[in-house]
């Protein structure tokens, strides 16, 4: 894994990407590289980084993930308003893909974060409504296909 892409989607190598982050060496610099960690703490089922990266007034008690039943497919940002590293707050639209029990499926989400003594914390996210795939769209999974001739026979 040392040698590994990191799932974020950055193309870097996971030590030199979201693995600092999840280890606590450095904190996240902007919602964007917040957001990316906690979807790469997704992919290992890191629920320690997730409640600690969760603002303390919106923080669950606990976070049910299954990674061995989940396979991550990939993040897409699709758009970001504000949340650099001068910002307070900032949003983050993204798509992540999954497969679950053999069938594709997808989170379609824009995240608020806050940044309080220079620390980044998500705070909520509205799902948007899931994306309509036409037959002959691009299938939603990243396969390059065609709906139709992919995630459509699942």
């Known amino acids: 894994m040392a040698d590994a892409l990191c799932p974020c989607g950055s193309n870097q190598n996971l030590n030199q990407c979201c693995m600092p982050i999840l280890l606590g060496l450095v904190r996240a610099s902007t919602a964007e590289a917040l957001m990316r960690s906690r ?9 320690p980084y997730l409640l600690d990266s969760w603002h303390g007034s919106t923080r669950p008690a606990g976070i049910d993930i299954e990674p061995e039943k989940t396979q991550w497919q ?13 910002d307070s707050t900032g949003k983050v639209e993204f798509i992540a893909r999954y497969q679950q029990d053999g069938k594709p499926g997808m989170i379609h989400e824009r995240s608020h974060f806050v940044c309080e003594q220079d620390q980044w914390f998500y705070v909520d996210g509205e799902m948007k409504e899931s994306l309509k795939t036409g037959r002959n ?18």
């Open 39 to 47: 979807y790469t703490a997704y992919v290992l089922g890191n629920v």
């Open 74 to 86: 990939g993040l897409t940002i699709v758009n970001t308003e504000a949340g650099l590293s001068a």
């Open 137 to 154: 769209e691009p299938c939603f999974c990243g396969s390059g296909k065609k709906y139709k001739r992919c995630c459509a026979n699942k």
